[in-house]
């Protein structure tokens, strides 16, 4: 009997929604849910059907659909919108997508919740289109552009005193689609951006109060890439132990040291396999495992596992490595497990395929962290 030492097993990046899944159908995505419980995930990211929940949003809010089109990018980029970096790039989106994300939605999170999954939604991170303060007469702040090109979202000062409305109404378009959860994600001033007040701790305080509101006990969950002064601060805006900070390159370039663990916050390690759906055979196993156990070791906020791939369908070994520990005490002995692995992978004791698949753990699959 093994119990898992990690009570939150995480699986995916926004930029798989887009690299990846963007145009999956609903037989791809049982195949990959199964997959997923398989492999002992319980907080996947869930973001189909999001483009759904703004299209409501937005209409009650009094725009029209050339507003909204503007706004909603399409699916091979909605993966930067919802980090809000861009807007409306790759659409318009036609009506009969949307009844197919909304029917894809509600069969993605039925099957993961049939499998005892919880998934992550998205949450209202304080965005809103770019046109919003002249619409409807908020106090929003320009982020300006990202990647030079893209013009950005806008921010919703907290101050506003229509903030609590227009969450609120998120939020009940968001149930309407995808239910509620325990968990969900939002990630502002994601690669740049910000407020014009810098009221960054009131901030991070709205967007947890709001989500408090409309699910009692629920827990942020925040990805740290490009962390600065502003995104620290939402360590301590947020009560003790209702953040959970995704350290995505844990296995390349972690960061518990640099935030004390995150403290007092929960943190998940995590590896990211692929950037830019690269499909070279690559990995950082012995990294992986050498991490994981050092700094759980060292930080007890520590206290979950992930997979954050940009693109997936790559170097299954490295996904399948780092969902077994977990349920391991200690760091295995590498050779001993890729030779295990060459034999349950082909079914064999077979000498010249562990021998192979050695060659690669000391190889390819021992990629340093540049």
Request: charge should be negative; aromatic fraction near 16%; glycine fraction near 10%.
């Amino acid at each position: 009997k093994r119990e898992s030492t990690a009570d939150y097993r995480y699986y995916l990046n926004y930029c798989t929604f887009s690299y990846t899944m963007g145009f999956w159908t609903k037989e791809r995505w049982e195949k990959e849910i199964d997959w997923m419980a398989l492999h002992g995930i319980n907080i996947p990211l869930a973001l189909v059907g999001t483009d759904v929940v703004w299209k409501n949003v937005l209409t009650e809010l009094g725009y029209t659909r050339e507003e909204i089109d503007k706004f909603v990018a399409g699916p091979g980029f909605q993966a930067w919108w919802l980090m809000s970096n861009l807007e409306g790039w790759g659409g318009p989106n036609p009506d009969w997508w949307y009844v197919r994300q909304e029917n894809l939605s509600k069969f993605i999170l039925g099957r993961m919740r049939e499998l005892g999954m919880e998934p992550v939604l998205p949450g209202f991170g304080g965005v809103v289109p770019s046109t919003a303060k002249d619409k409807l007469g908020i106090d929003a702040t320009d982020q300006g552009h990202w990647c030079s090109g893209f013009r950005r979202p806008s921010f919703l000062q907290p101050t506003d005193e229509r903030y609590g409305e227009i969450a609120q109404i998120y939020y009940k378009h968001l149930e309407k689609v995808m239910g509620k959860s325990k968990y969900y994600s939002m990630d502002p001033f994601h690669e740049g951006g910000g407020i014009s007040s810098g009221k960054y701790t009131e901030a991070y305080r709205a967007i947890f109060d709001v989500m408090e509101a409309a699910k009692e006990g629920s827990q942020w969950v925040i990805q740290q890439w490009q962390w600065n002064y502003s995104k620290k601060l939402a360590l301590n805006a947020v009560p003790a132990g209702r953040l959970i900070v995704l350290d995505l390159f844990s296995d390349g370039m972690p960061k518990f040291d640099a935030y004390n663990g995150y403290a007092p916050q929960d943190a998940v390690f995590c590896a990211i396999p692929n950037f830019g759906g690269r499909s070279g055979l690559m990995g950082r196993l012995n990294n992986v495992a050498d991490n994981y156990f050092t700094y759980k070791n060292k930080y007890t906020t520590i206290k979950g596992i992930g997979v954050a791939p940009e693109a997936i369908e790559q170097t299954p070994v490295v996904y399948d490595l780092i969902f077994q520990l977990p349920w391991m005490g200690s760091k295995p002995d590498m050779q001993a497990w890729v030779k295990n692995y060459a034999t349950a992978r082909y079914g064999a004791d077979n000498a010249v395929a562990q021998e192979a698949w050695e060659l690669l753990r000391q190889g390819v699959l021992n990629y340093g962290a540049d």
